[in-house]
């Protein structure tokens, strides 16, 4: 059975820092683009970030691109998203997101919400 | 980027009705679409990807259509289970968007 069980989230302050993890099980972990995809409150989903199976290629979302990093640990099935220089705007339930193909999400973690507020 | 424009952004439908959400995409994007369902508190789950192919194990009362800038989500007979919110979702080579969303309840 898959599963993505993610952990990380909680409140930071403004410019501060906060590192996500997704851990994954049930598939080849190694084999599969990744990726974030966020959901602000009362409102819709938005993309992230994406990360190819072996870690080399790495896509953001303009609104992310400089302040926010993904990657990968295959050796612990982990995905992560660092994140740095917070707003907040950046407040947001966060899911990781297993690819299928082309860039279909077929498995998503449970989310963890990052509240960005002093 | 590529914009997607979703509606209606909410909508209100018997149980048995048919149903249809439309989706553009501000350029042509061939079959790159993909169709999502959330339920209140839950992470999304695909139904629809590449426009028209349904996901293993959904109900096929769910489809897809179309190709280019311009889709269609259809489900052929509401029931009550199928309250959510529904998402498309574009992606190419280097980005991927969502549309904003439509919400469906019952009347």
């Known amino acids: 059975e898959v599963q993505l069980l993610q952990s990380g989230g909680g409140l930071v302050q403004p410019g501060g820092s906060l590192r996500l993890s997704c851990a994954a099980s049930?598939?080849?972990?190694?084999?599969?683009?990744m990726n974030w995809v966020r959901q602000a409150p009362g409102k819709g989903l938005e993309w992230v970030s994406a990360?190819?199976?072996?870690?080399?290629?790495?896509y953001y979302a303009d609104y992310v691109k400089g302040r926010f990093t993904i990657s990968r640990d295959n050796s612990k099935n982990t995905l992560y998203l660092q994140m740095n220089s917070l707003r907040a705007e950046d407040t947001a339930v966060y899911y990781c997101?297993?690819?299928?193909?082309?860039?279909?999400?077929?498995?998503w973690g449970q989310g963890t919400l990052v509240t960005v507020s002093s | 980027d590529i914009q997607m424009t979703q509606s209606p952004s909410s909508l209100s439908a018997s149980v048995g009705d048919r149903v249809s959400i439309t989706c553009q995409a501000s350029?042509?994007?061939?079959?790159?679409l993909n169709w999502y369902q959330q339920k209140p508190g839950k992470a999304p789950k695909l139904l629809i990807y590449?426009?028209?192919n349904l996901e293993t194990g959904v109900p096929s009362r769910f489809s897809g259509s179309g190709s280019g800038t311009d889709f269609t989500f259809t489900i052929s007979s509401l029931q009550p289970e199928d309250i959510a919110t529904y998402y498309c979702?574009?992606?190419?080579?280097?980005?991927?968007?969502f549309g904003g969303g439509t919400k469906v309840e019952i009347k």
């Open positions: 997101a297993k690819n299928k193909g082309d860039a279909r999400f077929d498995y």
């Open positions: 049930g598939f080849t972990f190694s084999t599969n683009a």
């Open positions: 990360i190819s199976g072996d870690g080399v290629y790495t």
């Open positions: 350029q042509d994007i061939s079959k790159h």
């Open positions: 590449d426009a028209s």
């Open positions: 979702q574009q992606y190419d080579k280097i980005s991927l968007a």
